[in-house]
């Protein structure tokens, strides 16, 4: 909402009422009327020892006496207003204004911040143009004037022009009479978490205490939500993020450095800290603090994990006597070691002066969604998006517009991985009490980008059994690393593919050969809803032959392209970690042309790859050989141009340990 400037009212306007003593027919007030100057000033007493009530009593008094007393109808509004009476107040305001525009220049101030609560925003320019316009502005709400013109504006063209937004309440299984917020799902939209605001006890005033709880969906309903008892504590724990695949969880929890609040076994370094938890066998882990590069003596919340595995991002706020101070987004991502880099707060592209809250990086790591009450919006908080541009920094803010902002606080956004569908927590008619989790369609020109995803598991190729295993998501285009992930202990695993974009897949584990895919997504995929579906063997190393997937020649031709260099670098990877291997790299083609010649093609491919990888992998030449077997062995028959593809190949051969 709107923040009024907390000022006393009524010294405010004795001090202006002193400026203008010449326009006064007489005595310090507007009104002459000593009874109205009674009440008046009983109302001061009142409203200055807190006693609201007696205050707005003897206020509406004073104005009964008489109803052209400016500062009795100034102050009543400013009453009304933090009472949260809004439209009473914009009538006393105006009255005011009305009676003597030229007394209390800053009625036009108030009055504009109360239309802007009630979307009124063509008055609301009116009224701060015109205050911005005096001579006797008050200096230290320029600024914030300013800004809030900034908003009416925006407002009032955001207004005419609309953006889709018909929400979609998520049902009984997640939404109670209690408090549902800060909703994250999987990337395959089957398993939803969020924080609940429990009440313990009965009536209005019972304590109250965030809980996580997670939900799966059945038949397209969400099931009844179940609280997560090996995270949960006696404390608040909210804003929770999972990975893409729902193995890992990152929260902010509030404890004590010594454990005295919250939880005695969970230590925090002060205020709220971010901690994280892993699912292993169906259950989640103890959780651990995320550690002294994430977490300070300030306040750490609100955490959003990339899906490449990489960047951590989280809102990080000064802790003051007053409050919370300046909450900013920072980001931290981990290095080849494992651990947290040095946070760094984003640019003031995305953070402002103002507060910056519910951060929230789409899967497709690329698309950054937000709260912000810093930039031109409709009031309050609004959401925002952020796009990475092509040299890594975030471009411009763009509002969400309305109705999906209003002039209330939005925030807890959540987009899912398809990119359609959006999830945000609202308190509106209709629901089921309190907060409610919503969700709605979201405009296309608001979109993160495309994304698909891929998900299976590996398995021992001899014995089938399950096998925890590490994948390599590589860019082809650019042979950058774009997702680390791991396969759980069920051999599990799901990762997340940007639509534009072709991939290498590296699938790697000790004392087995590394397994090696392709996704071709720039111009193939038609539905982003169904993942691929990927079985993965992986061979012991004592057995047999692997075929290098990614390893690409121009027709003809046995210069190897640049998009091969990363698949070679796993190679030499490999080679390094198990030196006392022996390897035949192999090349292979189809049966079109001369027999001679493809005997020499593949001959010379082979030896592209052997002496790329006795370049990058040093004294390894006794230990490596090549060899050319043209079209002598096909690996499906070369009828069709689909099989003749699967023949020309190269291959990774284990000749003795």
């Given amino acids: 909402m709107i923040k009024f400037i907390c000022i006393s009212f009524f010294s405010t306007i004795v001090f202006y009422s002193t400026l203008a003593q010449t326009n006064l027919p007489s005595g310090t007030y507007t009104s002459v009327n000593k009874n109205a100057i009674r009440f008046y000033e009983e109302g001061k007493k009142n409203y200055e020892t807190r006693q609201d009530v007696e205050a707005e009593k003897f206020l509406n008094k004073a104005i ?54 009630i979307s009124n925003y063509d008055d609301a320019t009116k009224n701060l143009e015109f205050y911005l316009s005096s001579d006797r502005i008050n200096p230290s709400l320029k600024q914030v004037a300013e800004k809030f013109l900034k908003n009416a504006k925006f407002g009032s063209q955001a207004i005419k022009h609309p953006t889709p937004f018909k929400p979609i309440n998520l049902g009984p299984g997640i939404n109670t009479n209690d408090y549902e917020y800060f909703p994250a799902i999987t990337a395959d939209g089957n398993t939803f978490m969020f924080t609940r605001n429990v009440r313990l006890g009965e009536g209005i005033n019972a304590p109250q205490q965030e809980d996580f709880f997670i939900s799966k969906k059945n038949n397209q309903v969400w099931q009844t939500a179940n609280p997560i008892l090996s995270v949960n504590t006696r ?35 002060g205020s709220c800290d971010i901690f994280y938890s892993q699912k292993l066998n169906g259950k989640w882990t103890k959780p651990q603090n995320a550690g ?18 990489k960047t951590l991002y989280f809102i990080r706020g000064q802790v003051t006597r007053e409050g919370i101070k300046n909450p900013d987004i920072y980001s931290s991502t981990i290095g080849e070691d494992g651990a947290f880099k040095e946070p760094i707060k984003l640019s003031d592209n995305i953070n402002t002066l103002e507060d910056e809250e519910s951060v929230y990086i789409h899967p497709d790591n690329q698309t950054l969604y ?17 796009k990475k541009q092509a040299d890594g920094s975030w471009g411009k803010a763009t509002n969400l517009g309305y109705p999906i902002n209003t002039a209330s ?59 925890e295993a ?46 090696s895919d392709n996704f071709f997504l720039k111009e193939n995929i038609t539905d982003y809803n169904k993942p691929y579906q990927l079985e993965i063997p992986l061979q012991p190393i004592d057995t047999g032959i692997i ?108 000749i003795s340990k």
């Fill in 64 to 117: 009964t006496e008489d109803v052209n007393f400016v500062e009795a109808h100034s102050a009543l509004a400013y009453l009304l207003m933090e009472k949260g009476k809004t439209k009473d107040a914009i009538a006393h305001f105006q009255k005011a204004i009305d009676i003597n525009p030229k007394f209390f220049p800053r009625n036009f101030y108030d009055l504009a911040l109360a239309q802007l609560i």
């Fill in 235 to 269: 404390g608040n724990e909210g804003a929770p993020t999972l990975s893409a695949d729902g193995q890992y969880m990152f929260f902010a929890s509030c404890v004590e450095m010594d454990g005295t609040y919250g939880s005695p076994d969970r230590k925090g370094y």
């Fill in 292 to 309: 002294p590069i994430i977490n300070t003596r300030n306040w750490e919340t609100q955490p959003s994990f990339s899906s490449d595995g």
């Fill in 370 to 386: 937000f709260s912000s009450e810093g930039h031109p919006g409709m009031g309050g908080k609004d959401i925002y998006m952020s």
């Fill in 409 to 467: 606080n939005e925030n807890s956004l959540l987009v899912d991985a398809g990119g359609k569908l959006a999830y945000f927590a609202s308190e509106r008619e209709g629901g089921f009490g309190g907060l409610d989790i919503y969700q709605f369609e979201m405009p296309e020109s608001l979109r993160p980008e495309k994304l698909t995803y891929a998900k299976g598991h590996t398995f021992h190729s001899k014995t089938n059994a399950p096998l």
């Fill in 470 to 515: 590490q994948f390599e998501l590589i860019d082809l285009e650019t042979q950058q690393t774009v997702t680390k992930a791991y396969s759980n202990s069920a051999g599990e695993f799901l990762v997340t593919l940007t639509a534009n974009h072709n991939y290498i897949v590296n699938v790697s584990k000790n004392g087995f050969l590394f397994y």
């Fill in 547 to 654: 075929e290098l997937k990614n390893i690409f020649f121009d027709v003809n031709k046995w210069d190897l392209k640049p998009s091969s260099f990363a698949e070679l670098d796993k190679v030499v990877s490999f080679l390094k970690s198990n030196s006392n291997l022996k390897i035949e790299f192999g090349g292979h083609t189809d049966n079109t042309g001369d027999k001679a010649i493809n005997k020499t093609l593949s001959t010379n491919r082979a030896k592209a790859v052997y002496e790329y990888v006795i370049q990058k992998g040093g004294n390894v030449a006794e230990k490596l050989s090549y060899k050319g077997y043209g079209d002598s062995r096909p690996k499906a028959p070369n009828d069709t141009p689909e099989n003749k593809s699967k023949n020309r190949r190269t291959e990774l051969k284990i």
